[in-house]
């Protein structure tokens, strides 16, 4: 990593010191799975149309637990993938015994074991979903990396590399917090108040 260091010091080096992110809170108001419902409801689509998906959404699952649907759990939203994640968070109970909620907060409670929380949804070191780091980023509370469309453009503008564990890893050993520095590059190309 040593003679890379230049590289991403200068990649880290584009978010101000003072940089204070106004909407890392947006999902405190919600239980896991609401939370869950939001951040694979947040794209790809603009926002009135992304608004319309998520509340549909929440507007089936109400309070409940994801593990708790009993219909439509796998037609929550337009796109296959995004009803494949709910189908897999639906299944949590089925594979280890927990409802949605119960395995998230004993994540909270075991951080270390928060990228786990991957392979639930059948990803373990290849590319996932920018939704699951969305929603370990923003309502665990935990250093994560969603690559979207841009935020690969300003990584390729410094030729790093689009793996989240080494730049969440290279963050922390130049003492940067990757999550507030994926929000400062997302906004600005984005005016996604909900990212």
């Known amino acids: 990593m040593t003679r890379l260091i230049p590289l991403w010091k200068a990649f880290m080096d584009q978010m101000p010191l003072d940089y204070k992110c106004s909407n890392e809170n947006w999902l405190d108001n919600f239980n896991f799975s609401q939370s869950f419902i939001l951040c694979v409801g947040s794209g790809p689509w603009r926002i009135e149309r992304r608004k319309q998906v998520q509340s549909k959404a929440l507007s089936i699952l109400k309070n409940d637990d994801i593990t708790d649907l009993t219909y439509n759990y796998d037609n929550l939203f337009p796109l296959d993938w995004q009803n494949m994640l709910i189908t897999h968070a639906y299944m949590i109970n089925r594979y280890i015994g927990f409802s949605f909620e119960e395995y998230c907060n004993m994540l909270c409670k075991n951080t270390h074991k928060i990228f786990s929380f991957y392979?639930?949804?059948?990803?373990?070191?290849?590319?996932?979903?920018?939704?699951?780091?969305?929603?370990?980023?923003?309502?665990?509370?935990?250093?994560?990396?969603?690559?979207?469309?841009?935020?690969?453009?300003?990584?390729?503008?410094?030729?790093?590399?689009?793996?989240?564990k080494l730049i969440i890893q290279n963050c922390e050993a130049l003492n940067t917090n990757p999550s507030n520095l994926n929000r400062y590059i997302f906004n600005q190309k984005s005016s996604n108040p909900n990212y």
């Open 119 to 164: 392979e639930i949804f059948g990803y373990t070191d290849k590319k996932h979903p920018k939704v699951l780091s969305m929603f370990i980023r923003d309502k665990f509370k935990q250093p994560a990396f969603p690559i979207d469309r841009h935020v690969k453009q300003n990584l390729n503008k410094y030729n790093i590399p689009h793996n989240e």
